[in-house]
């Protein structure tokens, strides 16, 4: 695990965005798995600008994304493959039936994410996989809980994650209960992970997932055993672990 220091949010969008576009560059058929959320907004941006000057083609770019609200079709302006279209896909040349989100609105949950796992599994598996992460320490959807689940499945959603992400809805009562997300096994598979935090909510979350033990209570901290992750954060998120850093030369300053 390396983890980049970035000065702020605007540093590590760009951070964030050279190293997806490295992949890109490098394969152009990449599989990016992606995410959602406030914090790759501005990395999502930055590839935009360079995709507008001619510098980045994701014409043969694949995408599968970690997550996707229970209950909501894609056309609620609060889903995720809404949010996707909104915030990437529509402005780049990227082939949106190259594009994978869960179908929040599946009369089978079950099926459904069987069929995702499918998915992820005839594209090769993913090259690149983009994570933000919860205050409490949540990747994609998987919840702090007392296994790590493997496979794509319906979550139900902790109090606290409803609670951060009724800002986007008019009241809590519309945050879904329930979502369906890639599982752990489907994460740590990818041959690449970039996890990317801002903010001092997450400076717990950031050092319990570093530095903690490896447990599902912290479903982050399980990319510690992963041999390719990259972690970008801002000084508000490195706040706790800067004030433990006995352990020496893991962060990379700039
Ligand atoms: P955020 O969410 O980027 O909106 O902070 C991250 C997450 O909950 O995974």
Redesign the pocket.
Same mark, same amino acid.
């Given at each position: 695990m390396k983890i980049y220091a970035a000065k702020d949010y605007n540093d590590l969008s760009r951070k964030a965005a050279n190293i997806i576009s490295a992949q890109v560059i490098l394969k152009p058929n990449a599989v990016l798995g992606l995410?959602t959320? &406030?914090?790759?907004v501005g990395a999502y941006k930055q590839m935009i600008e360079w995709h507008k000057k001619g510098d980045l083609d994701f014409s043969r770019v694949r995408s599968v994304n970690l997550d996707e609200y229970k209950g909501l079709s894609g056309d609620h302006d609060q889903s995720y493959r809404y949010f996707m279209n909104h915030n990437l896909f529509d402005h780049v040349n990227i082939d949106k039936a190259n594009t994978n989100v869960p179908n929040g609105l599946a009369e089978d949950p079950a099926a459904e994410c069987r069929r995702y796992d499918q998915v992820i599994r005839d594209m090769g598996g993913i090259d690149l996989q983009l994570l933000? *992460?919860?205050g409490n320490g949540? *990747?994609g959807f998987n919840e702090p809980c007392d296994v790590f689940e493997k496979g794509t499945h319906v979550v139900t959603l902790t109090e606290e994650?409803r609670k &951060?992400n009724a800002r986007f809805f008019s009241s809590i009562d519309e945050v879904p209960t329930h979502a369906l997300t890639m599982g752990i096994q489907g994460i740590m598979s990818a041959g690449k992970i970039l996890l990317l935090a801002s903010g001092e909510a997450k400076a717990k979350a950031v050092y319990d997932s570093c530095f903690g033990p490896v447990v599902p209570g912290v479903p982050a901290s399980v990319l510690q055993l992963h041999r390719d992750v990259i972690v970008i954060a801002d000084e508000a998120a490195l706040t706790l672990v800067r004030e433990n850093e006995k352990w020496g030369g893991q962060i990379y300053d700039n």
């Open positions: 995410a959320g &406030s914090t790759p933000g *992460i919860g949540h *990747i994650t &951060s």
